[in-house]
């Protein structure tokens, strides 16, 4: 095996980006085609409709490289490698930061530190960004990556927010906090709320 074709193949594979429906495809593969062809065979070939990945056996589909374009893999967890353009969309980018924002403060409240922290207000939209999305998924879905700025605290933040037929939703579990919070977030000891935290006055004040 070691210095068959097919092991040429899955070496040129370690450092690729896999996915599930790949290990699905292979052992598919491996139970159901390959026996029959002594496992020699390692031409392309599709698993469809049983199977959305592509067997780690055979070369991938001529002319395409494995990446997240090409993978069945959805675009708001492989949005580093999509072309993005700025929004002309005054308010849309309003929207957009206002669910952001909405966003932050729906944590806070999950979390039970709305006593202690105070409520975020939209101070700003920096920038929005669209990423361009292969063909197949712009006539119903974008994905925005969103800088905003929130008052009282100055958090500058980061998300990336996904529309699916008009329905917004954050693409990424984490708002990015790209400035200094310091002391802000004192009266929380969890890690995840201190960049998302302005200790209100009271709790400051140490007032009950």
Known sequence: LRN??????????EHELITPHDLHATLKDILEVQPSANFLDTTYKSFLPQSRGSSLL?????????NCKTLPIPSQYCICQYEKVPLDD???????????????????????VTDDCAHLILHQVHSVLCYVLPETQR???????????VSPSGGLFEIPIRSKNGVLKTASSTFTRLNEYGKQSACVAKDTLKPLCHCSNRTIRGNP
């Open 4 to 13: 068959s074709e097919m092991f040429k193949v899955i070496k040129a594979k």
């Open 139 to 149: 006539k119903d879905t974008a994905i925005y990556e969103v800088t905003f700025q």
């Open 90 to 112: 005054d308010a849309l980018a309003i929207k957009l930061g206002q669910f952001a924002v909405d966003g932050i403060n729906a944590v806070l409240k999950e979390n039970n």
């Open 58 to 66: 055979r070369e991938f589909e001529p002319g395409f490289v494995r």
